[in-house]
């Protein structure tokens, strides 16, 4: 039983847990944004939050209306709460 005990105590000893290093395995995943069309032709967008992204980050919101056309931008002012937006005017037939 004291050799046991003795070996747990051992291997405990040898995986230390570092202060801010991730415990478990992550992904390298990029922002991710989907867009899903409704009914009404809105179109709901929402993107990943990374886990380097700074407490403050905000986004704002940009559409252009076809591959070469001018942006423009759809949020007045920077979203900080979330990472969702309804584009009202999106005219997205699902």
């Not at 050799?3 to 291997?11: E, N, Q, S």
């Not at 395995?25 to 886990?51: C, F, M, N, Q």
């Not at 969702?84 to 005219?91: G, H, L, R, S, T």
């Amino acid at each position: 039983m004291k050799a046991t005990l003795r070996f747990a105590t051992a291997l405990l000893a040898l995986a230390p847990v570092i202060p801010g290093t991730p415990t478990h395995a992550a992904e390298r995943l990029d922002r991710g944004l989907i867009a899903l069309p409704s009914a009404d032709g809105k179109v709901y967008l929402g993107w990943r939050l990374l886990t380097d992204d700074p407490k403050d980050v905000a986004f704002h919101v940009g559409r252009a209306n076809g591959p070469q056309g001018p942006w423009r931008r759809l949020t007045p002012a920077p979203i900080q709460d979330s990472c969702n937006f309804v584009d009202a005017d999106a005219d997205g037939k699902p």
